[in-house]
């Protein structure tokens, strides 16, 4: 498989069990002495993390945990609702597209 297809199917396989999983299993983030973390917060972690390793499945798996919250943060969203509406479903589905038709351009950022 070719490493931008490879990233992408990683990238897409990550959002989509991302999303399933807080479907079916609404769990709240862990919150440390007031602070609630997010998993946008540790696909953000593994992203810079990816990119001083030059880790493609990191790099992947990082995005798409990025990417999957990215439409409710900059919609605001307050609860689980918010991140299944439509609007944040429609978000998310947005940029995954972005993601696809850039994946060449974007495992550039690890070589």
Same mark, same amino acid.
């Given at each position: 498989m070719q490493p931008a297809n490879l990233f992408f199917t990683i990238f897409f396989a990550t959002v989509l069990i991302t999303r399933v999983w807080l479907y079916f299993k609404p769990t709240p983030s862990p919150t440390i002495k007031g602070f609630r973390l997010h998993h946008w917060m540790?696909?953000?972690?593994?992203? #810079?993390?990816?990119?001083?390793? $030059? $880790?493609? #499945? *990191?790099?992947a798996i990082g995005l798409g945990?990025?990417?999957?919250?990215?439409?409710?943060? @900059?919609?605001?969203? %307050? $609860?689980?609702?918010? $991140?299944?509406? %439509?609007?944040?479903? #429609? *978000?998310?589905? @947005?940029f995954v597209i972005i993601v696809f038709i850039f994946r060449e351009q974007i495992i550039y950022l690890i070589r």
């Amino acid at each position: 498989m070719q490493p931008a297809n490879l990233f992408f199917t990683i990238f897409f396989a990550t959002v989509l069990i991302t999303r399933v999983w807080l479907y079916f299993k609404p769990t709240p983030s862990p919150t440390i002495k007031g602070f609630r973390l997010h998993h946008w917060m540790t696909g953000l972690f593994i992203l #810079i993390i990816s990119i001083l390793i $030059n $880790n493609l #499945i *990191g790099f992947a798996i990082g995005l798409g945990l990025f990417v999957d919250e990215l439409t409710y943060l @900059l919609m605001r969203g %307050k $609860n689980h609702s918010d $991140n299944y509406s %439509k609007t944040s479903l #429609i *978000g998310t589905a @947005l940029f995954v597209i972005i993601v696809f038709i850039f994946r060449e351009q974007i495992i550039y950022l690890i070589r």
